[in-house]
């Protein structure tokens, strides 16, 4: 994924010294959150969770660390409700070492709270499935130079699937078993650029819910494969899973989910 793309102008002036104003989107700063946990190994004893708290800024601008007012993670099943801390004071990171069944069993309610306003988002943990191969191919697509990954694993049987795929370099894929469930699916992946022989090259399996599959659908395609990856601010707003029940135009952008990991290398020749 390449990130957004942001707007570069040239102005070619002969003999011209005229100031050229160009008017750029701009909006107020908007709460991201990206609290993503992968767990790839549910008998590990503990897990550690953390979010990721930042302020949207102007078109050009980056994103800041935002200081929150406070963070808790609660199951709803336990009625168990555990505090996130900030890292590093002025990192805008927050998290704790949660005890892994923490996060595996009941409904998880992320609340946080920043300029006096609450924001909330639930979700419940996504198991997933091991990669079964990589290897690389000698495709290319259009005539290109494009270096060609081929992927396979066995979709698990008697429900239904959603996955992302994480192909490092900040590119994601995601996919759905609806056309082959229960079954060993295979497919190529073609990296553009970035890609070198030598490099060893992670890949990530994910599981995820239709929600979150619905959610990255949309930031992929507007991230148009970028470099800054998919839990950077949007070309334009895509709603995540964080609500403002008191003022819902205040929304946050960002997504809560745990998911279940499986990763594998490839050494690219």
């Known amino acids: 994924m390449r990130g957004i793309r942001f707007l570069t102008i040239f102005l070619a002036i002969i003999a011209c010294e005229d100031v050229v104003e160009v008017e750029v989107p701009t909006d107020s700063p908007r709460l991201v959150l990206d609290a993503v946990t992968r767990i790839d190994d549910i008998s590990r004893p503990t897990t550690n969770f953390q979010l990721s708290a930042h302020l949207s800024a102007s078109f050009f601008g980056e994103l800041q660390p935002a200081q929150l007012d406070g963070a808790t993670l609660w199951n709803e099943a336990t009625d168990t ?18 005890d892994t069944a923490f996060l595996l069993e009941g409904n998880l309610v992320l609340t946080v709270v920043h300029g006096g306003q609450t924001y909330t988002a639930q979700t419940q943990f996504v198991p997933s499935v091991p990669i079964e191969s990589l290897s690389q191919g000698e495709g290319n697509l259009f005539g290109g130079d494009e270096t060609e990954v081929v992927v396979s694993f066995i979709d698990a049987d008697g ?16 996919t759905e078993d609806e056309f082959y469930p229960g079954q060993r699916f295979e497919f190529s992946y073609f990296y553009d650029d970035g890609v070198e022989p030598g490099m060893e090259v992670e ?10 599959f619905n959610y990255m659908n949309q930031v992929i395609v507007q991230a148009d494969s970028g470099s800054q990856g998919p ?5 334009a707003t895509v709603k995540g899973n964080f609500v403002n029940t008191a003022n819902p135009e205040n929304f946050a952008l960002g997504y809560f989910a745990v998911c279940e990991t499986f990763k594998s290398t490839i050494f690219i020749e």
Do not use: K
Request: glycine share 8%.
């Open 81 to 98: 409700t555990i505090i996130l801390r900030e890292a590093s004071t002025g990192t805008g990171i927050y998290g704790n070492t949660f």
């Open 159 to 174: 429900r239904d699937d959603f996955y992302l795929f994480d192909f490092d370099f900040n590119e994601y894929l995601v």
């Open 203 to 212: 890949i990530s399996l994910l599981g995820i819910d239709q929600a979150f």
């Open 231 to 235: 839990f950077q601010t949007p070309a």
